[in-house]
Nanobody
Framework: QVQLVESGGGLVQAGVSLRLSCAAS????????MGWFRQAPGKERDFVAA????????YYADSVKGRFTISRDNAKNTVYLQMDSLKPEDTAVYYC????????????????WGQGTQVTVSS
């Protein structure tokens, strides 16, 4: 059983950067592919980014490509989401998730989820 705890959210102005962290415990972190998802008010939860176990494969949603970067530190059991050039439409609760085997952008394949961290971007 893996526990995931997100941190780093907050209220920021458009154009600035923010880095989210997700700390994992209770499992062998390096064996999990990791993903970030987000849910805006009144909308469904959507895929943001994902990274394979060795970080050799990364996927991004089109809406964040070129602005967001996912990375991981297996020694620290942590996955990060660097968010640059933030826009008001990036406002959402951001969740990290873990899955076995192959990295994926399909949230139904993820077995473990954190509680989320709020990111609010003002214009």
């Amino acid at each position: 059983q893996v526990q995931l705890v997100e941190s780093g959210g907050g209220l920021v102005q458009a154009g600035v950067s923010l880095r989210l962290s997700c700390a994992a415990s209770g499992g062998t972190f390096s064996t999990y592919a990791m993903g970030w998802f987000r849910q805006a008010p009144g909308k469904e939860r959507d895929f943001v980014a994902a990274i394979s176990q060795s970080a050799d494969t990364r996927y991004y949603a089109d809406s964040v490509k070129g602005r967001f970067t996912i990375s991981r530190d297996n020694a620290k059991n942590t996955v990060y989401l660097q968010m640059d050039s933030l826009k008001p439409e990036d406002t959402a609760v951001y969740y990290c998730a873990a899955k076995f085997w192959i990295v994926s952008n399909r949230q139904r394949e993820y077995s473990y989820w954190g509680q989320g961290t709020q990111v609010t971007v003002s214009s």
